[in-house]
């Protein structure tokens, strides 16, 4: 299967989906909103809120680990 003919089936599939049933003001708000959006990456909290839980996952462990080395004589 090659690339044209995924874009056929594509385009035979899009002619059969329904038109959009929106007013003009939210088709604007959502195409405002989508521009917003575009090309400005990932927020800083996708990166933030990992890096706190492994610091706190990994000092529980390293907790963990020295509470069974404590219990060995």
Do not use: C
């Amino acid at each position: 299967m090659t690339h044209d003919d995924d874009a056929a089936k594509l385009t035979a599939l899009g002619r059969e989906l329904p038109g959009i049933d929106l007013d003009a003001e939210s088709a604007a708000r959502i195409a405002r909103r989508a521009r917003q959006d575009v090309g400005r990456g990932p927020s800083l909290v996708r990166f933030i809120e990992p890096a706190i839980t492994t610091v706190l996952v990994t000092s529980y462990l390293v907790w963990a680990i020295a509470k069974v080395f404590e219990a060995f004589p």
